[in-house]
T-cell receptor
Framework: DTEVTQTPKHLVMGMTNKKSLKCEQH?????MYWYKQKAKKPPELMFV???????INESVPSRFSPECPNSSLLNLHLHALQPEDSALYLC?????????????FGPGTRLTVT | GENVEQHPSTLSVQEGDSAVIKCTYS??????FPWYKQELGKGPQLIID?????GEKKDQRIAVTLNKTAKHFSLHITETQPEDSAVYFC??????????FGSGTRLSIRP
């Protein structure tokens, strides 16, 4: 089973709202990732959690706050977003540390900020 | 850091023909090269990958070749079918825990 699940599938939020994106995997993977993808562009890395600790933050604005409650779950808390933050947010997981492990992606959350 | 260039940006082939997508990378230490397929409204799906200790890998109609000297790798799809229509991304490691994606190739299969 190489499935990564994400909820919700779609989200519309105002600039003053607080919302959360959720990601779950049951492959025993110990690295989890958040990516942002704009239309017709490749995914851009936002955060990496390795063994439940934040290991990479790609200078993401503080209005995006990641959380890894346990090895299977990854959240992305959203607050005071801007319209330009509208995008497809992808979660991925891989076996462990290192970039040579296969990354498996979820279907994404389509976020619209109004 | 690593830089990955991907060509072409769009590719249209007749059903049944072959399609080839090429990528170049900059870091000679890179040792893992995955290819992802992204269909409309879905997340990227890992379809094949290759490590630097081999020059070619095949999986049914899909193959990837790697030329370490020239620092380029290619995706080959033979006997293309309508379901092969998608955006394809190559990638290479940038550092520990990071991969960098190419700009993507939109492949269309003409009936």
């Amino acid at each position: 089973d190489t499935e990564v699940t994400q909820t919700p599938k779609h989200l519309v939020m105002g600039m003053t709202n607080k919302k959360s994106l959720k990601c779950e995997q049951h492959m025993g993977h110990r690295a989890m990732y958040w990516y942002k993808q704009k239309a017709k562009k490749p995914p851009e890395l936002m955060f990496v959690y390795s063994y439940e600790k934040l290991s990479i933050n790609e200078s993401v604005p503080s209005r995006f706050s990641p959380e890894c409650p346990n090895s299977s779950l990854l959240n992305l808390h959203l607050h005071a977003l801007q319209p330009e933050d509208s995008a497809l947010y992808l979660c991925a997981s891989s076996q462990g540390r290192g970039s040579t492990y296969e990354q498996y992606f979820g279907p994404g959350t389509r976020l619209t900020v109004t | 850091g690593e830089n990955v260039e991907q060509h072409p940006s769009t590719l249209s082939v007749q059903e049944g023909d072959s399609a080839v997508i090429k990528c170049t990378y900059s870091d000679s230490a890179s040792n893992y090269f995955p290819w992802y397929k992204q269909e409309l409204g879905k997340g990227p799906q890992l379809i094949i990958d290759i490590r630097s200790n081999v020059g070619e890998k095949k999986d049914q109609r899909i193959a990837v070749t790697l030329n370490k000297t020239a620092k380029h790798f290619s995706l080959h799809i033979t006997e293309t079918q309508p379901e092969d229509s998608a955006v394809y991304f190559c990638a290479a490691p940038s550092s520990a825990s990071k991969i960098i994606f190419g700009s993507g190739t939109r492949l269309s299969i003409r009936p």
